[in-house]
């Protein structure tokens, strides 16, 4: 028996009407993802932070069981499979385990991006993990004094490792995520960082581009990391992550050499993201759709020459105004 069905009996699972129609793209694309900001609070102050405008911005408005359970009742209607929870830190909400619960009943996919605040406690990852498949553990150095100076918080790297290290012992089968951003201040920590991810157990790894967002866009020329040094530091890593999956996010696909075929860039799924947003009527729990992978990225001129430009999203805005971008190498037509 299950762990879920220790906690509560065999699932009910409540399919989608059969009338309902997927959820096309402009270009074809199935929107199969729900993105949902549970909260704007979070006991870090990572210093690369992309929610952290937001989370200024919109703490004041709650988000209240109401509005998480309408938006997870109408997006599984809609043939969304599968959500991901988000904050700030999820699993602080007083909503998350009742939203993890919800939306296993609607028969989807459920995870989570945190930092394992709550979950580094037993008695709280007992309850949440028979609703959860899987999570995406922020760990940003192999060590507490790397990881820490990145998340702002002495005890962070402690309390991540714990739950990582609770959820694995409590569900074997259990999707063991992780996600590293990289900045000048921890690039150099990459491959045992990679190497830590692998000896926690972890299934899947992404390496993550310092996103020009939030706090990172505040600071951006101290944390973004030269193309020079984002390309050395990547080589070898397929060595260090052995049969770990492997993905980059937000990097040139000519700078991760034979990792190219790792880009999250043709590894990506379209999402509808509901979040607080300012708008013509106000702030509003709204929806927004993202189609491709191409947010705040954008193509230099020499990517005119390259064969990969329709995959690759190139680099960040904010990288080509203020860095030199003369690292990029156009991948070649081979059929000349
Ligand atoms: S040259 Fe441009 S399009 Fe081609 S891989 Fe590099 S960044 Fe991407």
């Given at each position: 028996?299950?762990?879920?069905?220790?906690?509560?009996?065999?699932?009910?699972?409540?399919?989608?009407?059969?009338?309902?129609?997927?959820?096309?793209?402009?270009?074809?694309?199935?929107?199969?993802r729900l993105e949902l900001h549970l909260t704007y609070h979070c006991p870090e102050r990572c210093l690369f932070c992309s929610e952290e405008h937001r989370m200024v911005g919109f703490s004041r408005f709650p988000v209240t069981w109401g509005r998480v359970a309408t938006v997870l009742r109408t997006h599984a209607e809609r043939g969304v499979g599968a959500v991901h929870l988000t904050g700030g830190e999820p699993t602080?909400?007083?909503?998350?385990?009742?939203?993890?619960?919800?939306?296993?009943?609607?028969?989807?996919?459920?995870?989570?991006?945190?930092?394992?605040?709550?979950?580094?406690?037993?008695?709280?990852?007992?309850?949440?993990?028979?609703?959860?498949?899987?999570?995406?553990?922020?760990?940003?150095?192999?060590?507490?004094?790397?990881?820490?100076?990145?998340?702002?918080?002495?005890?962070?790297?402690?309390?991540?490792?714990?739950?990582?290290?609770?959820?694995?012992?409590?569900?074997?089968?259990?999707?063991?995520?992780?996600?590293?951003?990289?900045?000048?201040?921890?690039?150099?920590?990459?491959?045992?960082?990679?190497?830590?991810?692998?000896?926690?157990?972890?299934?899947?790894?992404?390496?993550?581009?310092?996103?020009?967002?939030?706090?990172?866009?505040?600071?951006?020329?101290?944390?973004?990391?030269?193309?020079d040094v984002l390309r050395d530091a990547v080589s070898g890593l397929g060595d260090d992550a052995g049969e770990m999956t492997l993905r980059f996010f937000g990097m040139p696909m000519c700078i991760l050499g034979?990792?190219?075929?790792?880009?999250?860039?043709?590894?990506?799924?379209?999402?509808?993201?509901?979040?607080?947003?300012?708008?013509?009527?106000?702030?509003?729990?709204?929806?927004?759709?993202?189609?491709?992978?191409?947010?705040?990225?954008?193509?230099?001129?020499?990517?005119?020459?390259?064969?990969?430009?329709?995959?690759?999203?190139?680099?960040?805005?904010?990288?080509?105004?203020?860095?030199?971008?003369?690292?990029?190498?156009?991948?070649?037509?081979?059929?000349?």
């Amino acid at each position: 028996m299950s762990l879920r069905e220790r906690a509560s009996g065999p699932l009910p699972v409540v399919a989608p009407p059969s009338t309902v129609r997927p959820w096309v793209g402009p270009e074809g694309q199935v929107m199969r993802r729900l993105e949902l900001h549970l909260t704007y609070h979070c006991p870090e102050r990572c210093l690369f932070c992309s929610e952290e405008h937001r989370m200024v911005g919109f703490s004041r408005f709650p988000v209240t069981w109401g509005r998480v359970a309408t938006v997870l009742r109408t997006h599984a209607e809609r043939g969304v499979g599968a959500v991901h929870l988000t904050g700030g830190e999820p699993t602080i909400s007083p909503h998350f385990l009742k939203a993890c619960m919800l939306a296993k009943k609607l028969g989807m996919r459920t995870s989570i991006g945190t930092i394992g605040t709550m979950l580094s406690r037993a008695d709280f990852a007992e309850k949440a993990l028979p609703w959860l498949d899987e999570a995406l553990f922020s760990v940003h150095g192999p060590c507490a004094e790397v990881h820490d100076r990145m998340a702002g918080r002495q005890g962070s790297f402690q309390q991540i490792i714990a739950a990582m290290t609770l959820a694995r012992r409590l569900r074997p089968d259990f999707g063991l995520f992780m996600n590293t951003v990289v900045t000048r201040h921890n690039v150099a920590h990459l491959g045992a960082t990679v190497r830590l991810a692998r000896r926690l157990g972890v299934q899947l790894l992404v390496v993550s581009n310092t996103t020009p967002e939030g706090a990172a866009s505040d600071r951006y020329e101290e944390l973004a990391v030269p193309l020079d040094v984002l390309r050395d530091a990547v080589s070898g890593l397929g060595d260090d992550a052995g049969e770990m999956t492997l993905r980059f996010f937000g990097m040139p696909m000519c700078i991760l050499g034979d990792l190219a075929a790792r880009s999250n860039d043709v590894h990506w799924d379209p999402r509808v993201t509901v979040e607080w947003m300012r708008s013509e009527q106000g702030v509003v729990y709204g929806e927004a759709y993202s189609w491709t992978p191409n947010r705040r990225r954008c193509h230099t001129p020499i990517c005119a020459q390259c064969t990969r430009s329709a995959l690759c999203q190139g680099v960040y805005d904010r990288f080509a105004e203020l860095f030199d971008t003369s690292l990029l190498q156009p991948f070649p037509d081979s059929s000349r």
